[in-house]
């Protein structure tokens, strides 16, 4: 076995842990924290609650809410700025990946200045990053657990992967009860984005002992409590997936992603497309592509989507294909690319950048330019 | 689901990581390490190799190797003095679990002060600890992972459980080469003791999801390899048996673990009975115990026993315990109190010990002393 490094952030898990973050903020040494959420946390009622519960602390508190989809190298900028000025010590972060990314790129800009373009790729920040507290309010992007941070330069129109042991938060409080006020289009798109960083950390040429369970029962947990969670908001289904979330990002954290990511990433750049609605289109392509060169694991997912096998390996890692795409199809998740995009144009650049991305290096299949236009295409 | 914490240190696993240990001091912040270590350490070699890399590295360092199995309160006060007087500034552990608890003792008294017995129980130390690095040389105390550390209180003949999130080390760097100097009695003392570890967290009342996976899969992987580990010292073997370490270590430092650890402890501090010498005596007998309010799981831990199940879960568990004793026989470990024990008379106080061991309280079944020394008497 190769060498393998495993970090994690504290975890506090839980219904109501939501009420522990003034406690940890402190335990962290906060007196001033920057808050960062964006609109829809706040629509969702939960910025009022953590500055209530702030307030009852007797914590002082600065808020930053410039947080978009897909989020960006200028409003990290302005974030760090805000936090210098206002002599914060601490960041909470608190939302789904966009809020929870961009503080990331504020701490990475706090501890080491420049730029945030400066630190793309693996292991560039080498400077301490202040205390960063996560509590995340989607079940999926697991960057309240990982060491990835993921930011778009609008003006190379790409995102950039960031990837440093230093950006894994020192604590994520999962309070699932967070999760109950998002609609069933998030749930769903948060959800099969957890389900990407399962598979593809379990394939990846990373993975590891230590990461290969969480993903599997990560992969299981989704395929039975996905349906529930989205048509009837059953909050034990709600808590399964944040439970499945927080696997999917131990793994992938540590395991790294696949070609699958590295096409999502290239796509949120171009098209300015979610994160979360393209992967349903793109993980049974991506699947099938790397087949060939991981069988055996293949057909261990395909068990685990099937909760059964067929009779040989191939046959039970394509029915585990088959049956995600039938299984996506059922609950409204988008299983062609032009269902989300506005046209095809942008196909050869997502492939031309997807081939630079971090996370091809760890995918099991090493691709070329033209193989991965052909998934786009595949996927189209 | 009840509210969970989950936190571990950064962990280091491959053969080989050995080398990196003074870089990984100096990211602690290391100029002048106290390095702990103990005879059969410096016998196998390793405590010259570890200086070495330190000299070529230009690190300055402190020895200590007062170091006992079943480490002592005086041990652990005299290290923090030579910590001070030396200005030391980081502790790197290298042993099995004896010299990590004993330096995990002296990080706590360098902290905090006072006597390690201030600090007896969960959560008593509340200020933070010097850096510690910890390279295990046995497959099996798991404390390199774990917040928990083990003293015994020679006056009072017992063991004393110190259980706090700092005590969870900084980085473990788990070289399995390290485990190749054990001779056969010590690998199958450490592993039994690691197999305990993870069956008792399994079984706790504290287990979670993100901790019952590691323990299954840790269970699994020492059924398969401790055979050809202790016969033929097989590396891969040997490297099934560190993973397998590991794994129950980050299970039970976060899900706790039961009633044949509390017997351990107090047998340890009453007897001086090696650790690892009386759970494959304990462990079945604590099986059978528990079974009647945690059926379903001892089933589950039946099937990865046995690699398969039988008609019902009860049969299952029970088939499972049996399999674990003819186990233990094949393999020359003692499935009788008796033949690692001078004389039962102890056996009250043990029973009486154990009832107060922080560890009974996670156990699925809550005892009373007399059903403790009904156990003790069955097992011997």
């Given at each position: ?22 406690l940890c903020?402190?335990?962290l040494?906060a007196?001033?924290v920057?808050l ?9 009622g939960w910025v ?8 009852a602390d007797?914590?002082?508190?600065v ?9 960006r ?14 002599r914060?010590?601490?960041?909470v ?28 790729g693996a ?8 205390p ?18 993921i930011?778009t330069?609008?003006?190379r ?12 938060p ?9 999760t109950h ?6 749930l769903?798109?948060?959800?099969i ?6 598979v ?9 002992p230590f ?14 409590f996905l349906?529930?969670a ?6 034990e289904?709600l808590?399964?997936?944040s439970?499945a ?7 992938f ?16 750049g ?10 349903s289109?793109?993980?049974?392509v ?6 060939r060169?991981c069988?055996e694991k293949?057909?261990?997912i395909?068990?685990c989507?099937m909760g059964?096998?067929?009779?040989n ?8 294909i088959e049956?995600?795409?039938?299984f ?9 690319l032009s ?7 942008g ?10 991305d971090?996370c091809?290096?760890t995918?099991?299949r090493?691709p070329?330019?033209g ?5 786009c295409?595949?996927?189209?």
């Amino acid at each position: 076995m190769p060498i393998t490094k495993y970090a994690l952030p504290d975890i506090i898990f839980g219904p109501g842990t939501f009420a522990r973050m003034p406690l940890c903020a402190r335990q962290l040494g906060a007196q001033r924290v920057l808050l960062v959420s964006d609109p829809g946390v706040e629509r969702a009622g939960w910025v009022e609650q953590a500055t209530d519960l702030l307030r009852a602390d007797g914590l002082e508190w600065v808020y930053y809410n410039e947080c978009v989809s897909n989020p960006r190298d200028t409003a990290v900028a302005r974030g760090a700025e805000v936090y210098r000025e206002e002599r914060a010590d601490v960041i909470v972060a608190l939302g789904g990946g966009s809020p929870i990314d961009t503080a990331k790129g504020i701490a990475a800009l706090v501890g080491n200045g420049g730029r945030i373009q400066d630190y793309e790729g693996a292991n560039k920040l080498r400077k301490p990053l202040p205390p960063l507290l996560c509590l995340p309010t989607t079940a999926g992007s697991g960057s309240d657990i990982s060491q990835f941070c993921i930011i778009t330069d609008r003006k190379r129109r790409m995102k950039m992967s960031i990837i440093s042991r230093t950006l894994t938060p020192n604590i994520s409080i999962v309070d699932p009860l967070l999760t109950h006020t998002c609609d069933a289009r998030l749930l769903l798109a948060s959800a099969i984005d957890a389900l990407a960083h399962a598979v593809e950390s379990y394939l990846s040429v990373l993975s590891s002992p230590f990461t290969e369970g969480q993903a599997l029962e990560s992969v299981d947990r989704i395929m039975r409590f996905l349906p529930a969670a989205v048509q009837d908001k059953k909050p034990e289904a709600l808590e399964r997936l944040s439970i499945a979330s927080t696997q999917a990002g131990m793994s992938f954290s540590n395991a790294g992603l696949g070609v699958g990511h590295s096409l999502a990433h290239t796509l949120g750049g171009i098209y300015d497309v979610g994160h979360g609605a393209v992967h349903s289109a793109l993980l049974p392509v991506v699947m099938e592509y790397n087949m060939r060169d991981c069988l055996e694991k293949m057909a261990g997912i395909g068990r685990c989507i099937m909760g059964g096998e067929l009779s040989n390996a191939e046959d039970t890692a394509r029915g585990g294909i088959e049956y995600l795409r039938n299984f996506f199809t059922r609950l409204g998740a988008p299983v062609r690319l032009s269902r989300v995009l506005p046209d095809d144009t942008g196909l050869p650049a997502v492939s031309v950048g997807a081939l630079q991305d971090v996370c091809t290096l760890t995918n099991p299949r090493t691709p070329h330019a033209g193989e991965l236009l052909a998934l786009c295409r595949e996927a189209w």
